[in-house]
């Protein structure tokens, strides 16, 4: 199929090279000039594992190309793809002028009949919004599909070459047919493609994502509990994790869960449900649990360590997660604030997030090019994402490079028993 992806950012560049790779013939337009002549240089504004391979293989076989000409790309495309930014508000909703701007700019374009995908992640009614724009602007006739990504940074390519479900919301049949087509493709393993209405699959992205957080909210507050009476949270884990009913994914806990996804899609549910005069409790209290956890690590140091007026503290891992760079709502932002407030010095290492981290602390802390590094006269270290290489350190080497061999591990990396008998006092959460 032709297809044009508009909006290069994660979503649309995952998108766009993944159908690439099937064999369609992908437009990906972007505004920004400078990050369309980037992208033609193969430059890939972004990391995420295996990305950069597909475009240069959807460049190099000219199934792949780059514009700012959108007006060009929908007259070349039987179906636009729209993937741009749905900026948080300040009331915690989804500001979608971006969205409705590029579904206007795609009416323009028209000049015939065309699928267009709302793949942005959309309050639920935002496809009736779409399909009242681009009525009132083209006489053509069109469809209007709501295709939610379910993409986890650090493993967006395999989800969607081999996704768990491919969710299509359509009002009509002549959509719905051309977007099972071009699905079909990644499917073969038996994944189902799930026709419905637009407002439920508007709505299954948010509720997919409400769950996950929720799960990640409740284990940290059983972690505090664990504390409180000598529990040790791995076993307990292990023990409801193994319930069928509940299973394994998403039940260990840590500093909060931060990225684009979870805080925005948390807030913009809570905030459309109001709007229907919906108190969505629940979720309420997963937010707040959620903002705690990611300070709870500081009050942990100052615990032991007393005011931190002239301490220096060593931070292992600055992105949200493992496998990207990405810093949205990262908790590492909140710890290492909240550290330089109360005067510590901070000596930060990330093996990805270190441009981006530079954008968001400027000079107010140290940036090591090694982990250890970091670790050079440091009070304590604390560990916030759990990427691999900090899983095996040498212990020893860290006992002689820090000031004082203390570790403070936020997403339960080591066993409490070993980690002792090197030398370390060791805090982790939820296990004594």
Request: with cysteine; glycine share 10%; net charge positive.
């Amino acid at each position: 199929m032709k297809i044009a992806v508009v909006g290069t950012g994660y979503v649309g560049l995952v998108v766009g090279a993944c159908l690439a790779e099937t064999g369609n013939d992908v437009t990906c337009v972007d505004k920004d000039e400078a990050k369309v002549r980037g992208l033609r240089r193969g430059k890939i504004p972004i990391y995420e594992p295996g990305l950069e391979e597909l475009v240069k293989r959807g460049k190099t076989e000219g199934r792949l190309t780059f514009t700012t000409k959108l007006a060009d790309a929908v007259k070349a495309s039987q179906v636009i793809f729209i993937a741009v930014g749905t900026p948080q508000g300040e009331d915690g909703s989804a500001d979608l002028q971006h969205v409705l701007g590029a579904a206007r700019d795609v009416a323009r374009a028209m000049d015939g009949y065309r699928v267009i995908v709302n793949k942005s992640t959309v309050p639920v009614g935002t496809a009736g919004r779409v399909r009242d724009v681009v009525r009132a602007e083209t006489k053509h006739p069109f469809s209007v599909v709501s295709n939610p990504e379910f993409l986890k940074q650090g493993a967006a390519v395999d989800d969607f070459m081999k996704p768990d479900r491919v969710v299509i919301g359509a009002e009509d049949t002549r959509g719905a047919e051309i977007m099972v087509a071009l699905h079909k493709p990644f499917t073969r393993t038996g994944a189902p493609i799930m026709v419905m209405d637009c407002a439920s699959a508007e709505l299954s992205k948010y509720a997919s994502n409400a769950i996950l957080a929720t799960r990640i909210s409740f284990m940290n507050e059983v972690a505090n509990v664990c504390e409180l009476f000598g529990a040790d949270v791995d076993l307990v884990r292990q023990a409801v994790g193994s319930d069928r009913r509940i299973g394994s994914s998403f039940l260990f806990p840590g500093v909060g869960y931060g990225g684009s996804c979870f805080p925005k899609d948390v807030k913009a549910l809570v905030r459309f449900s109001a709007e229907k005069k919906y108190d969505f409790k629940i979720l309420q209290a997963v937010e707040a649990v959620n903002e705690q956890q990611k300070r709870s690590v500081v009050g942990k140091i100052e615990k032991r360590l007393g005011p931190l007026k002239g301490k220096t503290i060593a931070i292992w891992g600055l992105a949200f997660k493992p496998k990207t760079d990405d810093m949205r709502e990262a908790p590492a932002i909140v710890i290492v604030k909240a550290l330089l407030d109360k005067g510590a010095t901070v000596q930060v290492f990330d093996p990805e997030a270190m441009k981006v981290a530079r954008g968001i602390f400027g000079n107010d802390v140290t940036y090591c090019t090694k982990s250890y590094e970091a670790l050079r006269g440091a009070d304590a270290l604390v560990i916030v994402t759990e990427w691999h290489e900090f899983r095996e350190p040498d212990f020893e080497r860290m006992r002689k490079l820090m000031k004082a061999p203390v570790i403070f591990d936020g997403r339960n990396l080591y066993d409490p028993k070993q980690i002792t008998t090197h030398g370390f006092t060791y805090y982790s959460v939820g296990r004594s």
